[in-house]
């Protein structure tokens, strides 16, 4: 439930519900291909991780923030959180780095556990791991959102016509639809939720043997139909580092930020203003 908190500049002094941020980076990176999970990868001298982390610290809106990550890397994400300054004895919001599943799935699930031995949640916001560029405006955005509904994510509209596809008669892939363009989007993270609501939605999913979910909206969608599940503006440049190229991609996208914000600014928020 929403408690009173010393609210921050950005909220305007209102009260306010505790946000806590689950950063998922139990993934192993195999599109990537490279040995080290994709996380760890440096992204202009930083590991990705700790940009994506740090995107979350700097947000007024966010109270806490839990990562979970591959669990043979945890001692290294725990030296990234405590050099960069990002724990929460040491000015930032990390509370706790935990072990992920062996799905994406099963990450966000082990981080709701964690937040059910943990009381004091009311919104929670999931984020891969892999999106180092989200930015404060996009996550406020998400928060604001779930204050009115129990489930929003972030998307984009696709500036490409998208497909379904499935094998032809000559053996190879052939289109099977052209879903209108105007009603598609990309989804991208943060993915927020009221906390009983995605409770709710995860309870039901593990109980179900078919259960597959490529992410958290699609399982309120699919477990909890009659909540809404709102989809409000991303950004171009939240990518997810997925395929080789990308984190060439992300500098070139992290320096054009820069020199939009200038590098003051970009320093003064974790490059994520
Ligand atoms: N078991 C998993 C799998 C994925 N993730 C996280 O979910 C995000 C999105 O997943 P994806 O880009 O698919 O990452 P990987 O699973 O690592 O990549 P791949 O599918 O290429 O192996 C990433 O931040 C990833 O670390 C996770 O927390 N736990
Ligand atoms: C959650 C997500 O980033 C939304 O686009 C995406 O579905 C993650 O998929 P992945 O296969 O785990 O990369």
Do not use: W
């Not at 004895?89 to 935990?98: I, P």
């Not at 031995?117 to 999106?131: K, Y």
């Not at 879903?179 to 989007?185: D, Q, Y």
């Amino acid at each position: 439930m929403p408690t009173e908190t010393a609210a921050g500049p950005a909220s305007g002094g209102r009260t306010r519900p505790h946000v806590t941020a689950a950063v998922l980076a139990g993934g192993t990176g195999t599109r990537m291909g490279v040995e080290l999970p994709k996380q760890l990868l440096p992204l202009a001298g930083r590991p990705i991780i700790e940009h994506t982390i740090a995107a979350f610290c700097a947000t007024p809106d966010v109270d806490d923030v839990i990562v979970v990550m591959v669990e043979e890397q945890l001692p290294r994400v725990e030296k990234i959180v405590a050099d960069a300054g990002l724990g929460s004895g040491a000015g930032g919001k990390v509370t706790a780095v935990l072990p992920g599943g062996t799905t994406r799935t099963a990450s966000s699930y082990a981080a709701l556990r964690a937040l059910d031995a943990r009381p004091g949640t009311d919104l929670v916001l999931l984020h891969d791991g892999a999106r180092p560029l989200v930015s404060s405006a996009t996550i406020r955005r998400c928060v604001d959102a779930l204050l009115e509904v129990g489930a929003v994510g972030v998307a984009v509209p696709s500036s490409d016509t998208v497909v379904a596809v499935e094998r032809g008669a000559s053996g190879g892939e052939a289109i099977r639809d052209v879903p209108p363009r105007t009603s598609l989007r990309r989804m991208q993270t943060p993915q927020g939720f009221q906390l009983d609501v995605i409770r709710r939605a995860y309870d039901l999913a593990l109980a179900d043997p078919q259960l597959v979910a490529t992410d958290d909206c699609g399982v309120v969608l699919r477990y909890l139909p009659d909540e809404e599940v709102r989809v409000i503006e991303g950004e171009e440049s939240n990518i997810k580092v997925t395929n080789p190229g990308d984190v060439e991609i992300a500098e070139v996208l992290l320096r054009l930020r820069g020199e939009r914000h200038g590098p003051a600014s970009a320093r003064a928020t974790g490059g994520t203003a």
